[in-house]
């Protein structure tokens, strides 16, 4: 009786749904692994980025350093020239460069100010960044362990459900096992589908004409939907009783509610009941 209401194949599909599950849980792993690690990656690299700007602009400070102690020289030098200069001209001379000098001097070091300020700037940054990725770093070496540990379990449940399967299969019929497999072979998930209780294809809702109906319930041959093309199985007896006693609780249910609404009405209506009862 199990094998004619191809309880088999039912339990097979349903062994098929598990393992595509099982199987997509773990596909679904590398947008997980990329999650966990992208925070600590992307502070990475805005912090190697901030450690070369520090560099380059602490580089940049050093010539310009360099470049004030030159024009001190100088200015120190002309200083020197103007107190030995021989005529007017000659002062005129010095005097116009020494305050080119002068000039060029309070210049550099307006820019040496401002560098040093965005120096330390960028090194507080430095500082915070270096802080929060050795913080992202500390909790991807965890979170990847458990992903990781997450990931074996899934693999061991599908090659569990594959030995159960395998073991499962070798009791088939082999008949009903070939259709199966052929079925699913066209990429669909769908292969096996009980009859409703009108008679109608469980997965396409097609009606089953009555003569198949009645073979398809006696478990006669392997039928086919011809709708979309699941194999037909007959109702188990238990499921189709708990429906026909769902059916039954959600009518008595029905029909509770609506005596509730007539006994409001008659309870609000209750003086003209009995004064038309006298
Ligand atoms: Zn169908």
Same mark, same amino acid.
């Given at each position: 009786?199990?094998?004619?209401?191809?309880?088999?194949?039912?339990?097979?599909?349903?062994?098929?749904?598990?393992?595509?599950?099982?199987?997509?849980?773990?596909?679904?792993?590398?947008?997980?692994?990329?999650?966990?690690?992208?925070?600590?990656?992307?502070?990475?690299?805005?912090?190697?980025?901030?450690?070369?700007?520090?560099?380059?602009?602490?580089?940049?400070?050093?010539?310009?350093?360099?470049?004030?102690?030159?024009?001190?020289?100088?200015?120190?030098?002309?200083?020197?020239?103007?107190?030995?200069?021989?005529?007017?001209?000659?002062?005129?001379?010095?005097?116009?460069?020494?305050?080119?000098?002068?000039?060029?001097?309070?210049?550099?070091?307006?820019?040496?100010?401002?560098?040093?300020?965005?120096?330390?700037?960028?090194?507080?940054?430095?500082?915070?960044?270096?802080?929060?990725?050795?913080?992202?770093?500390?909790?991807?070496?965890? =979170?990847? %362990? #458990?992903?990781? &540990?997450?990931?074996? @379990?899934?693999? !061991? *449940? $599908?090659? /569990?459900?594959? +030995?159960?399967?395998?073991?499962?299969?070798?009791?088939?019929?082999?008949?009903?096992?070939?259709?199966?497999?052929?079925?699913?072979?066209?990429?669909?998930?769908?292969?096996?589908?009980?009859?409703?209780?009108?008679?109608?294809?469980?997965?396409?809702?097609?009606?089953?004409?009555?003569?198949?109906?009645?073979?398809?319930?006696?478990?006669?041959?392997?039928?086919?939907?011809?709708?979309?093309?699941?194999?037909?199985?007959?109702?188990?007896?238990?499921?189709?009783? =708990?429906? %026909? #006693?769902?059916? &039954?609780?959600?009518? @008595?249910?029905? !029909? *509770? $509610?609506? /005596?509730?609404? +007539?006994?409001?009405?008659?309870?609000?209506?209750?003086?003209?009941?009995?004064?038309?009862?006298?």
């Amino acid at each position: 009786m199990t094998q004619r209401r191809r309880t088999a194949l039912k339990e097979l599909q349903e062994l098929d749904q598990d393992l595509l599950d099982a199987k997509e849980g773990i596909q679904d792993y590398d947008p997980k692994f990329e999650a966990v690690e992208n925070p600590a990656l992307v502070l990475e690299s805005e912090t190697v980025r901030t450690r070369s700007r520090v560099q380059e602009m602490k580089l940049e400070e050093r010539r310009l350093e360099l470049s004030l102690e030159e024009k001190k020289t100088r200015q120190e030098r002309l200083d020197e020239r103007l107190g030995s200069v021989k005529n007017l001209r000659e002062e005129a001379a010095v005097s116009a460069e020494l305050e080119m000098v002068k000039r060029a001097l309070q210049s550099d070091e307006q820019e040496a100010f401002s560098l040093l300020d965005q120096i330390r700037t960028l090194e507080d940054k430095l500082a915070d960044l270096e802080v929060r990725y050795a913080e992202a770093k500390g909790l991807v070496e965890p =979170a990847l %362990a #458990a992903l990781i &540990a997450e990931r074996d @379990a899934g693999k !061991a *449940a $599908v090659a /569990a459900l594959v +030995a159960q399967r395998e073991s499962f299969v070798a009791g088939m019929d082999p008949v009903e096992l070939k259709l199966y497999e052929g079925i699913r072979r066209g990429g669909r998930r769908k292969a096996v589908a009980e009859l409703t209780l009108d008679g109608a294809c469980a997965n396409c809702f097609g009606v089953i004409p009555l003569q198949l109906q009645n073979e398809i319930r006696h478990g006669n041959g392997l039928h086919r939907c011809e709708a979309c093309g699941v194999i037909l199985a007959a109702p188990d007896p238990d499921a189709a009783e =708990a429906e %026909a #006693a769902a059916e &039954a609780a959600k009518l @008595a249910t029905a !029909a *509770a $509610v609506v /005596a509730d609404q +007539a006994n409001g009405d008659e309870a609000g209506t209750a003086d003209d009941g009995e004064a038309e009862e006298e």
